[in-house]
């Protein structure tokens, strides 16, 4: 069965330090990443995605398949950055394709 | 900008009470799920159709809870009788092979049963 784990429920860091979230996967097949960002009552956004390798909002995630990891990172965050992350995998095989699991989320916190 | 639509946006209701939360996809998507997102749980996959049908609704209580698809723009959430532990935000997502897989929520529904 497929899982993502976010560790940290709670991470602080002050505005321009560096942040690192981190997701890890458990799956069979090859895997596909995202992580989404939801802002304070609002939906959850699509921050990135790993096959795209794109940088957003400064954020990056690379996928680490050796340590099934997808962690992402930031080198100077922002306070705008306060927000709840969460890591996202996609089955993208079988009778669950398409079905998209969740961590549990991290909530970000960057003090000015 | 094509967004998913769901309402109510809040509803506080009384437990026993039949609750009913509506999700409009993006046109084109046939892909739609449902998720409730709790403090404790995080974000719990309740259902999730393609092309209307039900795929997979293992994460969804089948004693109170029921999920429909009565058309291509209309997806539906019932909880019959709600009580307290239901009380959540619940979010709709729609998607499509076209958009590689990527999923878009709704604003979500805030559900509060007193």
């Known amino acids: 069965a497929q899982r993502v784990t976010q560790p940290e429920k709670l991470l602080s860091v002050f505005k321009g330090a560096p942040v690192e979230l981190k997701c890890n996967y458990s799956?069979?097949?090859?895997?596909?990443l995202f992580w989404y960002v939801q802002y304070s009552r609002q939906r959850l956004q699509l921050l990135l995605r790993?096959?795209s390798r794109e940088s957003i909002k400064g954020f990056t995630a690379d996928l680490n398949k050796g340590e099934t990891s997808f962690h992402l990172k930031k080198p100077f965050a922002q306070e705008e950055d306060s927000a709840m992350y969460y890591c996202?995998?996609?089955?993208?095989?079988?009778?669950?394709?398409?079905?998209?699991?969740f961590g549990q989320g991290t909530i970000l916190t960057v003090h000015p | 900008d094509a967004r998913v639509t769901q309402t109510p946006r809040d509803k506080v209701t009384e437990m026993g009470q039949e609750v009913t939360m509506r999700c409009q996809p993006i046109?084109?998507?046939?892909?739609v799920f449902w998720y409730r997102q709790t403090m404790m749980q995080g974000l719990e996959l309740l259902a999730y159709?393609?092309?209307?049908?039900?795929?997979?609704d293992s994460g969804m209580p089948k004693d109170r809870f029921s999920a429909e698809m009565p058309d291509a723009t209309l997806a539906t959430l019932k909880i019959q009788p709600s009580e307290p532990r239901d009380s959540a935000v619940y979010f709709c997502?729609?998607?499509?092979?076209?958009?590689?897989?990527?999923?878009?929520f709704g604003e979500g529904s805030w559900l509060t049963v007193v």
């Open positions: 997502a729609s998607g499509s092979s076209g958009t590689g897989n990527t999923i878009y």
């Open positions: 799956y069979s097949g090859s895997p596909e």
């Open positions: 790993h096959i």
């Open positions: 996202a995998l996609l089955n993208a095989g079988g009778t669950s394709y398409g079905k998209l699991t």
């Open positions: 046109l084109g998507h046939n892909t």
């Open positions: 159709f393609r092309n209307r049908a039900p795929l997979d």
